[in-house]
């Protein structure tokens, strides 16, 4: 009982760390690009911002649209501005 008890742990945490976003930077945030620049920089990409946050892997996350109207939720990199990651709905 105790090893499907443990199986079972073991596959709760695989299953919430794939669903985590990336980790960007764990770095002072007065060198990240403040956020209203942040936000009209991923505007002039060509995106919409639907909702823009900080997440706790210390990324700029966004949900909105692409160029090609396409629903995303991208990562941004608070100090570069890159893009880390992108997820397509």
């Known amino acids: 009982m105790k090893a499907l008890l443990t199986s079972a742990t073991v596959l ?3 299953a919430t760390q ?6 960007c930077t764990d770095g002072n ?3 990240w690009i403040p956020a209203d620049q942040m936000q009209q920089l991923i505007k002039d990409q060509g995106y919409k ?7 706790s ?3 700029y996350e966004i949900y ?3 160029k090609a109207e ?20």
């Open 18 to 23: 794939a669903q985590a976003g990336p980790h």
């Open 29 to 31: 945030q007065e060198v």
């Open 70 to 89: 396409n629903k995303v939720e991208v990562y941004f990199h608070p100090v570069s501005g890159d893009i880390v990651k992108t997820k397509v709905k």
């Open 49 to 55: 911002i639907k909702k823009f946050k900080v997440t």
């Open 57 to 59: 892997g210390g990324c």
């Open 12 to 14: 709760m945490l695989a």
């Open 64 to 66: 909105g649209w692409d």
